[in-house]
């Protein structure tokens, strides 16, 4: 065989192998990266590892952190006064509904002279020992609210203040005030005197004791209504600890 022959005969073979090789590559199906097809993979198999992911459990906020949260952003001072009215009316209907009834914002007495910021009846159907209580050793058939949304803690005349609001004769001889920040001793000291004087008891809330009963409902909405355990996460449970506190401290 001679040269250019043999020459030709390799020839015919690199071309029969490189083809062969090619119709193999086809064979396989090789998507490119790029190509529309790849993209359909891509998705199938991303699909069947989402698929396998559980689900994020969504987080419901509870009311009462809700309305904490509302109470924590609201700005002190006079020109969100108004606002921290109608929220602390919020706060205090879900705090204690059903004890407390009939609530009335600014509330005027018959000679005009007096606004209330916030008044409720003590519901006698409900027979909640703690209101029953209070209506009856005081007596008192109006609860007063007073909203001071002050940047500065509250002096013994913001007390003085509300004191004249009140009346023993007309059942609304209790009075909760309600401030942003710790009230100064002197204010503590004029709400004593306003008890020992003229038996009006004033009991002074800040920020932090909304806070304590917003919880202690939170807590209560989990459990089973009227046991002794659902008893003890009521938010009055934390009213009447601080009446307790106020009235073994009153001097003579």
Not at 13 to 30: I, Q, V
Not at 45 to 56: C, F, G, K, V
Not at 184 to 203: E, F, T, V, Y
Not at 207 to 212: A, E, K, P, S
Request: hydrophobic content about 40%; glycine content about 4%.
């Amino acid at each position: 065989m001679n040269v250019e022959l043999l020459g030709q005969l390799h020839q015919r073979l690199f071309a029969s192998d490189g083809s062969e090789r090619h119709l193999r590559l086809e064979s396989r199906a090789m998507v490119p990266a790029r190509s529309y097809r790849h993209g359909i993979s891509c998705s199938r198999h991303l699909s069947r590892s989402q698929a396998e992911i559980p689900p994020i459990p969504t987080v419901q906020i509870s009311r009462a952190i809700s309305l904490f949260e509302q109470l924590e952003k609201l700005p002190k001072g006079r020109k969100s006064s108004r606002k921290y009215e109608i929220l602390c009316l919020e706060i205090l209907n879900y705090l204690f509904e059903g004890s407390l009834v009939n609530p009335t914002e600014q509330k005027h007495t018959q000679d005009g002279l007096n606004i209330f910021d916030i008044i409720y009846s003590i519901n006698p159907i409900a027979r909640h020992p703690i209101w029953d209580a209070i209506a009856r050793d005081f007596p008192a058939r109006i609860i007063m609210f007073e909203c001071k949304n002050y940047g500065h803690p509250v002096g013994p005349m913001q007390v003085f203040t509300t004191e004249r609001y009140m009346s023993v004769p007309a059942r609304r001889s209790i009075c909760f005030l309600l401030t942003r920040l710790k009230p100064s001793k002197n204010a503590h000291l004029a709400a004593h005197a306003a008890m020992r004087d003229s038996g009006k008891m004033i009991i002074l809330l800040d920020d932090q004791d909304l806070r304590q009963m917003l919880k202690l409902k939170d807590e209560q909405s989990l459990l089973e209504r009227g046991n002794d355990a659902w008893f003890m996460q009521d938010p009055s449970v934390h009213l009447e600890a601080l009446i307790y506190r106020f009235l073994s401290s009153l001097g003579r």
